[in-house]
């Protein structure tokens, strides 16, 4: 339909999480209907995204620079380190505004199933950090899944000889439920109940 | 989050239909994730079919040529034009495989409510290519909406001087229902079944 570039459009648009065919389709045909001020701006976007997007070598996080814009940020409590599965749960609890420290981005979790192990987290960068000194806590903010309850576990143990507190966000995060789909509220509560590790 | 670059990927993301703000986030992350492979190819089918979709002077459909590829298609039934409000319903028709003919796109359908009157929709290239001569049937096939079937009664009228069958898709259409939403076998049903108009 339209040619091999409005059907290239739509197939890469149709690959996007969130998007099944029929709403590719239809975002393809708005943005089609305004090439000018919709489509072309939008690639130019990502263009400019896609060629400035680094991984934080600090803490995993994303962002346009490196070491990132919260790593950099001298507002922020460089005392307390929030670890985090991925980026998208470092998104959630700054849009909730509710963790005025640093962050780091594990990666993921252990999983037996998927044959995740120890080798596989981003975890060598926040030794370096614990080693570094000034770190008086750390707040494990894994989701409440069976994975994540074993990663905790593992971090804690992993975290102990540097003789920081460790802390879990604990109430709030409804059972088998990830982090990044929770209200504000319910991060909040999370984060100020949280128990020591 | 994550810089300026990122942030307005997100922002115009979210723009999109079908996407929320939440689900925006999830594809720029899925985006961000994997730029090479991912981001930038998009941004690069983005800026092809930008630069290349045309509307085609001859029915209006979109394509990255002019006149389009069901217009310069030899296979199809020149003597048989179906008009539909808009692209996304002749996309529709086209998945479908129900009509073999050529495509008008009016863009649109009459509304008093919306303020659109004839000069506001696409008619004149129709009425040329009935002077041409060569059409013997023209099938309305606009929505089972208030607007579609006052549009439907104007168009049979401003057509009858040309001397062609004017019919209508009418069974299968819900009533309400736009035509793009509907699942390829209604969409036979209606074409199959249409009246003369
Ligand atoms: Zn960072
Ligand atoms: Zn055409």
Redesign the interface.
């Known amino acids: 339909?339209?040619?091999?570039?409005?059907e290239?459009?739509i197939e890469?648009?149709s690959?996007?999480?969130?998007?099944g065919p029929r709403?590719a389709?239809?975002?393809?045909?708005?943005?089609?209907?305004q090439?000018?001020t919709?489509?072309?701006?939008?690639?130019?976007?990502?263009?400019?995204?896609?060629?400035?997007?680094r991984t934080c070598s600090r803490c995993g996080?994303?962002?346009?620079?490196d070491p990132?814009?919260i790593c950099t940020d001298d507002h922020r409590d460089g005392s307390v380190i929030c670890v985090v599965e991925?980026?998208?749960d470092l998104?959630a609890l700054?849009?909730a505004a509710v963790h005025r420290g640093l962050y780091h981005v594990l990666g993921g979790t252990l999983s037996a199933l998927a044959g995740i192990g120890p080798e596989d987290l981003n975890l060598r960068p926040l030794l370096s950090r614990l080693e570094e000194g000034g770190v008086r806590e750390v707040i494990l903010a894994l989701g409440a899944t069976v994975d994540g309850a074993t990663t905790a576990h593992w971090l804690a143990d992993r975290l102990q000889p540097f003789g920081v507190t460790v802390s879990r966000v604990a109430q709030g995060v409804p059972m088998g439920g990830a982090l990044d789909v929770l209200d504000d509220g319910t991060l909040a509560a999370a984060l100020m109940a949280r128990r020591a590790g």
């Open positions: 339909m339209g040619g091999p570039e409005i290239r459009l890469l648009l690959r996007l999480p969130g998007l709403s389709r239809r975002a393809a045909l708005t943005l089609l209907r090439p000018q919709r489509l072309l701006p939008l690639a130019d976007a990502m263009q400019r995204a896609g060629q400035s997007v996080n994303l962002d346009s620079r990132c814009s991925g980026v998208g998104w700054e849009r």
